[in-house]
């Protein structure tokens, strides 16, 4: 990870605390960083918003899809997964436990597959477990 990417992940990861919504609003980058927390949506979308300042849009996406079954969105930049919603930056360990299902920016909108958006809005939501695993892989 280039060296501006990883200062900016860790600012985010050290700034913003995750909360989970109750019901799924995503919030303005300006919002988020004034409140100081956010669920994963949230951070996602505030670093791919720091990201775009310094890299093109066909290197930054928000992606959405699952980690271990439940729905979540990161960043992926040239294809690297990078986490929000650890507590500082570092390399994700288990990147073949995220399946994207999309990616977007302030230019594109990517299906990884026809129907791929129709099934991620079917995934089961649990906040409480998706934390406890996004806390087991930071171990």
């Known amino acids: 990870m280039e060296d501006v990417a990883k200062r900016l992940l860790d600012y985010v990861c050290r700034t913003i605390s995750y909360r989970s919504d109750n019901g799924e609003w995503w919030g ?6 004034t409140k100081g927390f956010g669920d ?12 775009r300042r310094f890299y093109p849009a ?3 996406f928000a992606v959405v899809g699952s980690y271990r079954g439940y729905g979540h969105m990161w960043v992926e930049l040239d294809g ?4 929000t919603t ?5 390399a994700v360990t288990d990147p073949h436990k995220y399946r ?3 990616k977007f920016n302030d230019q ?5 597959w026809p129907g791929a958006m129709s099934r991620l809005f ?4 649990n906040e409480c477990r998706k934390l406890t695993m996004m806390a087991e892989a930071q171990r």
């Open 28 to 33: 303005f980058p300006g919002e988020v960083l």
């Open 58 to 60: 066909d290197r930054v």
């Open 100 to 102: 994207a299902y999309a």
């Open 40 to 51: 994963c949506d949230d951070s996602a979308l505030l670093l791919v918003s720091m990201l």
């Open 80 to 83: 690297e997964i990078l986490e």
């Open 86 to 90: 650890y507590t500082s930056a570092r």
């Open 108 to 112: 594109v909108v990517i299906e990884m």
């Open 122 to 125: 079917q995934l089961a939501r």
